[in-house]
């Protein structure tokens, strides 16, 4: 903090000086020059731009992005395929919910390798899954 000096007038009594004209001098703190995060007496400087904060993740790597596009694709396809069924059909919510609880399930596997692995198998359920509604339709 640093402290200003500031001059105050003289007194405006007229009652007799003995010594010479004379202001007194008080000390006058002023606050650093930061941004307060309430009305509070408490200051505290705001971090603009700060990173260690931030709640975001870190960048995918390039096949981390791609593989990520594999799996949002065929959680669409998925979807898709589905509504070849009535729409109030209890089938049709048992095979939406069990394909997302099994998204749900591998959310957490980091490694591309399995990701990739579990892509693969679940275009092969997929297209069990339309055969199986191929047939139904036919019926």
Known sequence: MRSVLRRLPPSTTTAPRTTPRQYP???ITTPPSTRTTSSTSTTKPVRKHSRQTSSA???LSLEHFLVRQRVVSLYRNIIRA???LPRDSAQRHELRDYARTEFERHRAVSDVGKIRYLVSTG???LDGMRRY???MGGR
């Open 25 to 27: 001098f008080i000390p």
């Open 57 to 59: 993740k870190p960048a």
């Open 82 to 84: 589905l509504h070849a």
């Open 123 to 125: 275009k092969t359920e």
């Open 133 to 135: 509604l191929g047939e």
